[in-house]
């Protein structure tokens, strides 16, 4: 009798662990993976992660890390992807991979947060500076007249337009060549730049800063290189 009632138990553990498997991979077949719709390669940048996962690949069909274990770790940006979750949500993810390769997968960008060599900016500003005072005396001036046209309604591009412009209606070659300088830096690294102007570049002790976002108006940017100039 005893022998049944242990049989029957054994049986019925056997069953309800078996549906509860069957249940589960039932519910990991049903997950949709993410659809890919375009995927490009990133400017490799710093960033520090604030929450989320970090994924295998960019379907989001398998967590490899939690951001949250990695508070202080800088991470470098290598790939984006365009993504459509499985809800219909469309979404930006981004590759990344710690210093030494080993903490590395796809997330969202929103959990991610940028860092700021803030010493590195500074020598930039000082060369182009440097490079503008340099230029003939009207390119110089061209230059200044650009940048007091900058309002708090225009953009980088609005400022990298003019500079374009600018360029390609001058005939001296060797101003040519530092505008190129110039363009190039402010091309690569505008936002920040303005962004250490908005927020007071002296008051910016620490050589790395971690900021959210930027802003994509360039008004500090041109109010600070003009205060410098003059």
Known sequence: MKRSLINLLITNLVVIFGIGLSQSITAAAKAKPAKVTSIKTLTKDSYRATSGYLYSSAKLTKKVHNADNYPLTTFYTYRSANITRANGNKAVYYYIKNGNGKVKGWIWHGHLVRMINVSKR??????????????????????ITILESMTKTNTLADLLN???????????????????????????????????????????YPKVVAIHNLNDKVFALAQGLLHRLN
Do not use: C, H, V, W
């Not at 500074?122 to 230059?143: H, W």
């Open 122 to 143: 500074r020598q930039q500003i000082n060369q182009i500076i440097g490079l503008i005072d340099t230029l003939s005396i009207n390119n110089r001036n061209q230059i």
């Open 162 to 204: 003019q500079l374009d412009l600018f360029k390609s209606a001058i005939p001296n070659d060797a101003d040519i060549a530092k505008l190129n300088e110039i363009f190039q830096m402010i091309k690569s690294n505008g936002q920040e730049l303005n962004y250490l102007f908005s927020q007071g570049i002296n008051r910016l």
